[in-house]
C-alpha cells in the first residue's frame, strides 16, 4: 500500500489569493488524481496529474484555476487560484498503481472568506 | 462512461442492526468495484474491493459481492457498531475512480 501525505491539512484564505497543495506519496506510483469534495458531497475528480507532461483536466476543470504540477512519481502540486468562497471544499490527492486499488491523502480542508 | 448509483441517505441504525447499502453501476467491460469509507475528518480508505464477478470483498465484518447479473456491488453488515457512523462510497474501475454520491451512516446506541 501506498501512504500518502497532503499539506496543508486545512487552510482559510483570503478571495483573489492563490493556494498550493502538496501531496507526497511514499513510493513510485504511475497514477496520480485530484479530487474535490464540496461540503456533503462526493467527490468529483478535478484532473489527472501526469508526470512530465501537462495534466489531463475533467469536464468543468481548466488549467488557469486549478495548475498542476508533477515533476516526479512521487509528488504532485494542485493550486487553487484566484479563490473565491465557492472554492471552499476538501480537496484530495489519490495515487495509484496499474491493477492497483487507489490511496487517498487526509485531504486539505479550504476555506475561502 | 462508467456511472456509479448508490442508495440514497443518510441511513440511522441503532447498534447491532442489520446494514445494506445498494450500489449498482454501469461500465464497459469489467471494472472492479471497491467501497471506500470516510471518517468525520478524515479522508477516504478503502474498505473492501472485488476484482471479478462473483467475488466477495469483506474487511472488519462488511461484505459485498460483485453481481454482474443485476451489475451490483452492495454492502452488508449484519451487526454495525457506533464505530461504524461514517461516509460509504462505492466505486469502479482501478487508478481513476468513479464514484456513488456516498452514504452517511449514523449509528446510535
Known amino acids: 500500500s501506498a501512504v500518502i501525505s497532503q499539506k496543508p491539512s486545512r487552510d482559510i484564505c483570503q478571495r483573489g489569493t492563490s493556494l498550493t497543495i502538496q501531496c507526497q506519496v511514499d513510493?513510485?506510483?504511475?497514477?496520480m488524481f485530484w479530487y474535490r469534495q464540496q461540503p456533503g458531497q462526493s467527490l468529483t475528480l478535478i484532473a489527472t496529474a501526469n508526470q512530465g507532461s501537462e495534466a489531463t483536466y475533467e469536464s468543468g476543470f481548466v488549467i488557469d484555476k486549478f495548475p498542476i504540477s508533477r515533476p516526479n512519481l512521487t509528488f504532485s502540486t494542485l493550486t487553487v487560484s484566484n479563490m473565491s468562497p465557492e472554492d471552499s471544499s476538501i480537496y484530495l490527492c489519490s495515487a495509484a498503481d496499474t491493477n492497483t486499488e487507489a490511496f487517498f491523502g487526509q485531504g486539505t480542508r479550504l476555506t475561502v472568506v | 462512461g462508467d456511472s456509479v448509483t448508490q442508495m440514497e441517505g443518510p441511513v440511522t441504525l441503532s447498534e447491532e442492526a442489520f446494514l445494506t447499502i445498494n450500489c449498482t453501476y454501469t461500465a464497459t467491460g469489467y471494472p472492479s468495484l471497491f467501497w471506500y469509507v470516510q471518517y468525520p475528518g478524515e479522508g477516504l480508505q478503502l474498505l473492501l474491493k472485488?476484482?471479478?464477478?462473483?467475488d466477495k470483498g469483506s474487511n472488519k465484518g462488511f461484505e459485498a459481492t460483485y453481481r454482474k447479473e443485476t451489475t451490483s456491488f452492495h454492502l452488508e453488515k449484519g451487526s454495525v457498531q457506533v464505530s461504524d457512523s461514517a461516509v460509504y462510497f462505492c466505486?469502479?474501475?482501478?487508478?481513476?475512480?468513479?464514484f456513488g454520491q456516498g452514504t452517511i451512516l449514523t449509528v446510535h446506541p
Open positions: 513510493s513510485q506510483v504511475t497514477m
Open positions: 472485488a476484482t471479478k464477478a462473483d
Open positions: 466505486g469502479t474501475s482501478y487508478g481513476k475512480l468513479t
